[in-house]
């Protein structure tokens, strides 16, 4: 069991503009995907992918989790990386 959640935290975590790049050239898009992002005044907000991209007003920066079916594939926090680059 600790063997897997070390396998799952890289040493270095991939930035989420490099993990958003990714999902884009591997998937055919990213609706299937949320994110959990940081609002300074409401707390932490999960929202779909794709709304989170498409908003402007909201930097890239705040996002600290990604998702799939529920399921945590990239945390910013734990350095959790699910994602097969």
């Known amino acids: 069991m600790e063997e897997e959640k070390d396998a ?3 040493s ?9 790049r ?3 050239k591997r998937i055919s898009g990213v609706s ?3 994110v959990v992002y940081k ?6 907000i999960e929202c779909d ?4 991209l ?11 989790t990604i998702k799939l079916d529920g399921k945590v594939v990239w ?9 097969k680059f």
């Open 8 to 10: 799952q935290k890289s």
């Open 12 to 20: 270095k975590l991939m930035h989420f503009e490099e993990v958003i």
């Open 22 to 24: 990714w999902l884009w």
């Open 32 to 34: 299937e995907y949320t």
């Open 39 to 44: 609002d300074w005044f409401v707390g932490m």
């Open 49 to 52: 992918l794709e709304v989170f």
């Open 54 to 64: 498409n908003n402007e007003d909201i930097p890239l920066h705040r996002a600290y």
């Open 75 to 83: 945390d910013r926090k734990t350095k959790t990386n699910l994602l």
